[in-house]
């Protein structure tokens, strides 16, 4: 599985720049999110990858207990 990459590079390092501006804490998920959404307002997209996280569901290896 390939990672996801911004679809403009340079449009991504003014998000991740004024993150860390905006955060006392970077990297953190806050100031990830933050930037992401700054960087999507802007007109910028990802391309590769699948950042969708996965569903959750029962497992299917039950384990008995005797």
């Known amino acids: ?3 996801a990459t ?4 340079a449009l991504w390092s ?3 720049s004024a993150a ?3 955060f006392d804490v970077y990297p953190s ?3 990830n999110a933050w930037a992401s959404k700054w960087y999507k307002s802007k007109g910028g ?5 699948n950042n969708k ?3 959750r569901g029962k497992s299917k290896s039950k384990s008995k207990k005797t």
């Open 1 to 3: 599985m390939s990672a």
């Open 6 to 9: 911004p679809s403009n590079p």
């Open 14 to 16: 003014r998000a991740k």
């Open 20 to 22: 860390k501006k905006k």
């Open 29 to 31: 998920a806050y100031a």
């Open 45 to 49: 997209g990802w391309s590769g990858g």
């Open 53 to 55: 996280v996965a569903s």
